[in-house]
């Protein structure tokens, strides 16, 4: 390098010069002591103006010719004009020491690094580089587990540094079923199923591998939470059972609460209509004995009968034997026409307040038919009935709102006041339950349980209920 060879020459006349002449240092001894240096001659301050711009001149042609080298010689030069200012600082020193001030006043130097974890300068030893940040290796660590990331790939969300398989723990969903990490289809998607109100995730393989699903919430089975088998080709989980209904005894007394709640609004039944709870068997067959009706698949729960047939209804309730009940004692009997209805049957086994919205839909069919309403098209029918399901539903979920239709007395709100105080509390499982029950019914995709509610709903939000009833009994429609 052509200007820093001279600049070595040229320091070395200089110091030269100086042995020549007379010696007197700046600093002798104790480096706190100061001698004040003899002033410098004309010549002297000739000279060094000289020798500096030999220096400046030197520079520039060296950079001239730096700027005709490729790119990667450019470093270089960097360090070289470094070495040159210091060497320039030491062939002239200063007259007189530079000030200390009383306190230490540090600036940043274009190299410092902050690190982004622990906020302290990056002194030496090996640092990393990550998102416009530098960090020293222990302390770049995961958001999730907070040890440090020594991998050389991690995953980011957002800022957040992650260990691929923390990520992966925290981001890619389980299937709640098998608790597996859903796999990913063809096309690298992770695809899973979701029920649209548990929001249960779980793999696609699993609705086509026999896994039970509940009866009454229709939630799959957990393979770490057996389900129990009611015996019939149902399974029903521990928190529907919880309440669950197993025999005619036991639903009486549900049944006649339904029946005061109808009478709360109006609505009394002059006939005693007889209601056994059956297994499903029992229903099916029942229903092939029906000459006419809609039912809804692909399970029926409820029945309301027109014809006469022997029933066979549920006498005693089952025990839990291992994940099946066993001990069932059963009853036929024999359903004769005292009037437009026969019986109403009720599956056996589903939880109260399912079992209650099931009995509130069957009794408004038998309400139909006693009042004289005749040849309703199943939309109507059936919709109007899952008006009143849809309504005991909300009166015992949410008995502090406003359930009762305008039509209805104060006698009939006092009296449903009356019933809500002799239920007492709910636990939150059966609070969610029924919260599911009236999101079935009004998400139902059927023409007649689904299209029939939300037209029937509307109409009785909009006139009232007896306005409706009257209306339907009118027309065989529903009011505009």
């Known amino acids: 390098m052509k200007w820093l060879s001279k600049l070595f020459r040229s320091g070395l006349s200089r110091r030269e010069a100086a042995a020549g002449g007379s010696r007197n240092p700046q600093l002798i001894g104790d480096e706190n002591m100061l001698w004040q240096a003899p002033p410098r001659s004309l010549d002297d301050n000739s000279r060094a103006q000289k020798e500096k711009e030999e220096l400046d001149h030197a520079i520039a042609v060296s950079l001239a010719e730096d700027l005709k080298r490729p790119s990667g010689h450019r470093w270089q030069t960097e360090k070289d004009e470094e070495l040159a200012r210091s060497l320039q600082e030491g062939l002239n020193p200063p007259l007189y020491p530079p000030y200390a001030p009383a306190h230490p006043q540090y600036y940043p130097c274009a190299q410092q690094r902050i690190c982004g974890g622990c906020k302290r300068d990056i002194r030496y030893g090996n640092y990393l580089g ?74 696609p393989a699993h609705e086509h591998d026999n896994t039970s699903r509940c009866c009454s919430c229709e939630r799959l089975e957990s393979w770490d939470a057996r389900y129990v088998s009611l015996g019939d080709g149902r399974s029903i989980c521990f928190e529907c059972m919880e309440s669950a209904i197993m025999d005619t005894d036991d639903c009486q007394t549900l049944y006649h609460t339904i029946r005061d709640y109808y009478e709360g609004m109006n609505m009394q039944l002059d006939q005693q209509i007889p209601m056994l709870l ?46 099946q009940f066993t001990g069932m004692r059963t009853q036929p009997q024999k359903l004769t026409r005292k009037c437009e209805v026969t019986a109403i049957l009720v599956l056996y086994g589903l939880p109260r307040l399912l079992t209650g919205a099931i009995l509130a839909h069957e009794l408004m069919h038998g309400w139909l038919r006693l009042k004289g309403y005749r040849n309703l098209n199943p939309e109507v029918e059936e919709g109007i009935c899952q008006v009143l399901s849809y309504m005991w539903l909300e009166s015992e979920v949410m008995p502090e709102s406003k359930n009762m239709p305008s039509s209805s007395t104060s006698s009939a709100s006092s009296s449903s006041s009356t019933f809500s105080s002799k239920k007492g509390g709910k636990s939150k499982v059966e609070h969610k339950l029924g919260e599911f029950f009236m999101h079935q019914i009004a998400n139902d995709s059927s023409p007649a349980y689904g299209g029939g509610f939300r037209t029937a709903n509307a109409a009785a939000n909009k006139y009232g209920l007896r306005n409706t009833l009257n209306h339907i009994r009118l027309t065989g429609n529903f009011p505009l």
Not at 280 to 300: C, F, W
Request: glycine content about 8%.
């Open 130 to 203: 990550c998102m416009g940040t530098f960090f020293h290796p222990q302390c770049f660590c995961c958001r999730s587990c907070g040890h440090p990331i020594v991998e050389n790939e991690f995953s980011l969300s957002g800022r957040d540094p992650y260990h691929k398989s923390c990520f992966k723990d925290l981001a890619h969903p389980k299937c709640e079923v098998c608790h597996q990490f859903i796999p990913t289809n063809r096309a690298g998607l992770i695809e899973y199923r979701c029920h649209p109100f548990w929001s249960q995730k779980y793999c």
């Open 278 to 323: 059956v297994e499903r068997q029992a229903l099916n067959e029942a229903i092939v004995g029906e000459k006419s009706g809609l039912h809804h698949m692909p399970e029926t729960r409820g029945l309301c009968l027109s014809e006469e047939q022997t029933v066979t209804s549920i006498l005693k309730r089952p025990r839990i034997g291992g994940n």
